[in-house]
């Protein structure tokens, strides 16, 4: 079965550490996983795709499928940063799916 | 110019009434989805339609229909509210697979909050 876990419920820092929010998945092919972000009260924004390799505000994320991750790391946090960050997986080949983790609150403190 | 625009934006109504959310998009997308992001902020698939075909019916009460009068289209009726379907409910939209294996990520609406007392 497809399953995506994001281990931590809340990831609280101080502004200028750095931040890695884990994300593991369960799937036996070959995934898509994307980073999704949701500010307060906003609407869900596609923050990284793996097959992109990019980074977008500073955040990357590697997908390893030895240990079958795809934590988002930034070297500096910052205040911005807080907002829900949801981690998700689509399976090659099907309808575009999206199966979503249960999400990680990273709260930035001055 | 608004990519997915929902309403309305908050829905407050009593245990027992029908209610619609409506959404629209205008990215020229094939595939529109509802999810239900619960009080705990978990996010579930619903319904997923790809040019007007249903293609995605999740476990999902049959109160619940899904109705795509076009595929800029993806309009939710709930039927018989109950106290548990109070959520904040997404509609989102994607890019056709033209090649297999790659999804180009969702698009999201801004989320209806439903409460229902």
Known sequence: AQRVTQPEKLLSVFKGAPVELKCNYSYSGSPELFWYVQYSRQRLQLLLRHISRESIKGFTADLNKGETSFHLKKPFAQEEDSAMYYCALTASGNTGKLIFGQGTTLQVKP | ?117
């Open chain 2, 1 to 117: 110019d608004t990519a997915v625009s929902q309403t309305p934006k908050y829905l407050v109504t009593q245990m027992g009434n029908d209610k619609s959310i409506k959404c629209e998009q205008n990215l020229g997308h094939d595939t529109m989805y509802w999810y239900k992001q619960d009080s705990k902020k978990f996010l579930k698939i619903m319904f997923s339609y790809n040019n007007k075909e249903l293609i995605i019916n999740e476990t999902v009460p049959n109160r619940f229909s899904p109705k795509s009068p076009d595929k800029a289209h993806l309009n939710l009726h709930i039927n018989s509210l109950e106290l548990g379907d109070s959520a904040v409910y997404f509609c989102a939209s994607s890019q056709e697979r033209l090649n297999p294996g790659l999804n180009y990520g969702y698009t999201f609406g801004s989320g209806t909050r439903l409460t229902v007392v």
